[in-house]
């Protein structure tokens, strides 16, 4: 059974498989689709984090588990929550 996430949870997501220039691989990542979704829908709207700084527009640079890093508002996708760690 997936987990019912909720907005501005952070959990790994399995990323991959993945196209181009999309964040890849296992990393945490901020659950950005509302409550009311997340309730109903077997998908989340995530936001991955990382540690590669860019200077862009829609990077939220935040600390999580004592690492800075960015949210990636770029590269925001929706996964289904069995993606969920």
Avoid: H, W
Avoid at 16 to 33: A, M, N, Q, Y
């Amino acid at each position: 059974m997936a987990l019912v996430a909720g907005r501005f949870d952070v959990f790994l997501v399995g990323l991959d498989p993945t196209v181009g220039t999309e964040i890849s691989k296992t990393r945490p990542c901020l659950v950005v689709s509302p409550d009311e979704l997340n309730q109903v829908l077997a998908t989340a709207l995530i936001a991955p984090i990382t540690t590669r700084f860019r200077d862009y527009p829609c990077r939220v640079t935040c600390k999580f588990r004592r690492k800075t890093g960015q949210i990636a508002l770029d590269q925001i996708r929706c996964v289904d929550r069995e993606r969920l760690l």
